[in-house]
């Protein structure tokens, strides 16, 4: 464990890839970094996330946003968690054609804006490779980015947050990283404040009872020894228990079920105002 550099937010840049992951995995830099970016906005099947998204930017209370305002692919559960496979794009769909295509075109996407945003950043936030608690659209975002970096030497920093679903991918990931870790108190009252506008507008996506660890830590990526090791001392991990499948669905695409109960309610709401 180490306190934190003092270069660690200089030129500093968190990416994430929907509009709540920054303060769901990253509470404790929102307010520390230059620059917080969100890679997908709108998800076609669910109209009202996007139009929630795009409100709840306009009354953010930071001003250091700015928006990619990529379409989303669809791919939540879209992957087999149980013996989780990685491809060039990050995950492997293994069901739904239209979906994998989305997604394969969605990494190409980021991969050439992530390119010519993230230059002359020296330090770079994003999801962790494993995608937290485990999401398609997570490792992707990781993904492009790793690949970004070959272009531009910058620091990439991850966090340590991941879950039942996500648990197999990430000893997959760990072995051979050292137990350097920078620890960081979370921030839940800014947290709790910006959820209450996504929850206001329809576009929280997460458990609404969910509460935020005391502390959060961050990982240089890339950090190897010579020697490959699959054992030892690693760093703390803020393991999630989720209630969400992890063979891929037949229709993936989905938003959590924690959202689709959001979005339900939401709807209730609009068409009950528009018929008053």
Partial sequence: MNNAPSTMFSDSILVVAHPDDEILWFSSI?????????????????????AGRKKVLQEYPLNNISSLEIEE?????????????????????????????????????L???????????????????????GHEDHVQVYRAIETVQQRHPFTLWFSNYAGNRSAKMMFNHISGFD???IPLPTHPTLAQKIAALYKKHGCWTWYSDYRWFD?????????????????????????????????????????????????RKFKRKFCKKNSG
């Fill in 30 to 50: 929102v307010d520390k970094v230059d620059e917080i970016l969100f890679c997908f906005q709108d998800y076609p099947p669910l109209p009202t996330l996007g």
């Fill in 73 to 109: 692919s669809g791919s939540f559960s879209g992957a087999d968690w149980n013996d989780p496979a990685e491809s060039p794009c990050g995950m492997a769909i293994t069901h739904g054609r239209e979906i994998r295509q989305r997604y394969r075109r969605n990494y190409h996407l």
């Fill in 111 to 133: 991969e050439t804006r992530l390119a010519e945003k993230l230059h002359g950043y020296r330090n770079v936030f994003t999801h962790n490779p494993w995608g937290e608690y």
């Fill in 179 to 181: 137990t350097e870790y």
């Fill in 215 to 263: 502390e959060e830590c961050f990982i240089q990526d890339g950090r190897t020894g010579e020697t490959e090791k699959s054992y030892g001392h690693i760093f703390p991990i803020n393991m999630l228990k989720t209630d969400f499948p992890t063979k891929p669905e037949k229709k993936p695409g989905r938003l959590s079920l924690a959202g689709e109960k959001i979005q």
